[in-house]
């Protein structure tokens, strides 16, 4: 049996980073139909000359519910799936932050009851699931997970270069002279014929110079290695997780006083101090309506207001600033009203 689960979600982006996902996980994209005001992406609809409102809903009164949230800028996500499917495709869905609904659409009185609103019936149980109205909300914790990898923390180099320095020796060098010297003499020869014979005498002259000749010679060695420590590190970090705080909630006409005490104080606030031209008070409702969600974290507003900040600007970009004074007073009213209460 083949099932439909309808997620809404408040921006467009968020649905299809969704829709991405669930075709990641497994599920046709033909089995997957996204609806917004502006250009769709997905599959048209399922039966030709059928509207998608019919084959979604029928003749229900659900599809006005919708129609309103398309209007005030939701977007819908449908997947239509066999029954383990589509309790996959739901528990996804919600833990990407969708308003989900299997089987069939929530009905506008389920709606006004959830918000408290006057008049409203308390919902029955889903289609598809006969007699029950279990909701499972996860309690998730992040753990850590520590890795290793190399990074670099410098290096060594060692260059070799010729470089040259004077040097000076002193080497002793011997030299021959030849010395020609003329002394008298007086004595008579014997043999005169040789005497006067023509003869001649040839002595060298030797000499010593220096001869230069290079040799090398290893007079020192430079050796490279690493050396391998180990050390012990503290990691240190922040791991979050979720924590389930249960209140019974007042009865339907409790929650419409309530609901309508905080409206009309909202209002007054709004006429007080709003200072933008152009902009009406039902622009300035989802900031309080956020600021009074934020009350529920218990935490002082210097804690709370970077994650509202980030989560206010991915739904809402570049409007923190504008939004974030109605932000803080519907969170001090309801920090208000929490301690009184306790």
Same mark, same amino acid.
């Not at 030709?48 to 019919?54: F, H, K, L």
């Not at 997947?79 to 383990?84: N, S």
């Not at 918000?115 to 109205?133: D, K, L, M």
């Not at 060695?221 to 590190?233: G, P």
């Given at each position: /049996?083949?099932?439909?689960?309808?997620?809404?979600?408040?921006?467009?982006?968020?649905?299809?980073?969704?829709?991405?996902?669930?075709?990641?996980?497994?599920?046709?994209? $033909?089995?997957?139909?996204?609806?917004? +005001?502006?250009?769709?992406?997905? +599959?048209?609809?399922?039966?030709?000359?059928?509207?998608?409102?019919?084959?979604?809903?029928?003749?229900?009164?659900?599809? $006005?519910?919708?129609?309103?949230?398309?209007?005030?800028?939701? #977007?819908?996500?449908?997947?239509?799936?066999?029954?383990?499917?589509?309790?996959?495709?739901?528990?996804?869905?919600?833990?990407?932050?969708?308003? #989900?609904?299997?089987?069939?659409?929530?009905?506008?009185?389920?709606?006004?009851? /959830?918000?408290?609103?006057?008049?409203?019936?308390?919902?029955?149980?889903?289609?598809?699931?006969?007699? $029950?109205?279990?909701?499972?909300?996860?309690?998730?914790?992040?753990?850590?997970?520590?890795?290793?990898?190399?990074?670099?923390?410098?290096?060594?180099?060692?260059?070799?270069?010729?470089?040259?320095?004077?040097?000076?020796?002193?080497?002793?060098?011997?030299?021959?002279?030849?010395?020609?010297?003329?002394?008298?003499?007086?004595?008579?020869?014997?043999?005169?014929?040789?005497?006067?014979?023509?003869?001649?005498?040839?002595?060298?002259?030797?000499?010593?110079?220096?001869?230069?000749?290079?040799?090398?010679? @290893?007079?020192?060695?430079?050796? @490279?290695?690493?050396?391998?420590?180990?050390?012990?590190?503290? #990691?240190?970090?922040?791991?979050?997780?979720?924590?389930?705080?249960?209140?019974?909630?007042?009865?339907?006409?409790?929650?419409?006083?309530?609901?309508?005490?905080?409206?009309?104080?909202?209002?007054?606030?709004?006429?007080?101090?709003?200072?933008?031209?152009?902009? $009406?008070?039902?622009?300035?409702?989802?900031?309080?309506?956020?600021?009074?969600?934020?009350?529920?974290?218990?935490?002082?507003?210097?804690?709370?207001?970077?994650?509202?900040?980030?989560?206010?600007?991915?739904?809402?970009?570049?409007?923190?600033?504008?939004?974030?004074?109605?932000?803080?007073?519907?969170?001090?009213?309801?920090?208000?009203?929490?301690?009184?209460?306790?």
């Amino acid at each position: /049996m083949r099932k439909t689960v309808v997620g809404t979600f408040d921006s467009r982006e968020d649905a299809e980073q969704v829709a991405a996902l669930l075709i990641e996980r497994g599920f046709d994209r $033909s089995d997957i139909d996204l609806r917004a +005001t502006g250009p769709t992406t997905g +599959t048209t609809s399922p039966s030709e000359g059928t509207s998608w409102w019919d084959w979604l809903f029928g003749e229900s009164d659900d599809r $006005s519910y919708y129609s309103e949230r398309l209007e005030r800028g939701g #977007v819908i996500l449908a997947v239509t799936t066999d029954e383990q499917g589509a309790a996959r495709a739901r528990r996804l869905m919600e833990a990407e932050g969708a308003e #989900v609904e299997a089987g069939a659409a929530p009905t506008r009185e389920a709606d006004r009851a /959830m918000r408290g609103e006057p008049g409203a019936r308390e919902p029955t149980a889903a289609a598809g699931t006969p007699g $029950s109205e279990e909701q499972v909300l996860p309690v998730v914790e992040e753990r850590l997970r520590i890795g290793k990898r190399p990074v670099a923390r410098g290096a060594v180099r060692v260059y070799s270069r010729v470089a040259e320095r004077p040097v000076e020796e002193r080497v002793p060098l011997r030299e021959e002279h030849v010395r020609v010297e003329r002394r008298p003499a007086d004595r008579p020869i014997a043999d005169a014929a040789a005497a006067f014979r023509e003869d001649t005498i040839e002595v060298e002259e030797t000499a010593e110079e220096a001869v230069v000749a290079k040799e090398a010679h @290893v007079v020192e060695e430079v050796a @490279v290695s690493k050396d391998v420590e180990e050390r012990v590190e503290e #990691v240190r970090d922040r791991v979050r997780h979720t924590e389930i705080d249960v209140e019974r909630a007042p009865d339907v006409t409790e929650r419409a006083g309530a609901a309508q005490a905080d409206d009309t104080d909202y209002r007054r606030h709004w006429t007080e101090t709003s200072r933008t031209p152009g902009l $009406s008070y039902e622009q300035f409702d989802p900031a309080y309506r956020f600021g009074h969600e934020l009350a529920r974290d218990g935490r002082d507003w210097a804690a709370v207001e970077p994650e509202a900040r980030r989560r206010w600007e991915e739904r809402n970009p570049g409007t923190w600033e504008r939004f974030v004074g109605s932000i803080r007073y519907a969170w001090e009213r309801a920090r208000g009203d929490r301690r009184r209460a306790a």
